[in-house]
């Protein structure tokens, strides 16, 4: 087998892999309520700036990152053309980049809360 026959897996495929490894669950459940409680105090359109002061301090960066690509994948979250708010990220480095909107969808949010 030569190197052009090998398939890698895509971003989507090793995010959506992340998201259903059972160690990652509690930081998958965790980031969901963060979403929610960040979606109703500050309506359908947020930021991770809105999130992160609701997710717990032991949560993997790492997970919470693949879930804003596997929620967009899914259509949970919509990312707008808008990155002009900076980041407040301390612990990733993203600290001071643009921070992506993003739109969310009600009804599938509250699906995939309930599904975890």
Sequence with gaps: MTADQLAFPS????????????????????FLAALQAAVDEHGRQITANHVRPYLPSWVNPRVVSAQYKVLQGCGVLTRLDRADEPSRDRRGRNGNKGCPWYRADLGLLEKARREG
């Design 11 to 30: 971003v989507g495929e090793v995010t959506a892999l992340i998201s259903i490894d059972p160690s990652n669950r509690s930081t998958v459940v965790a």
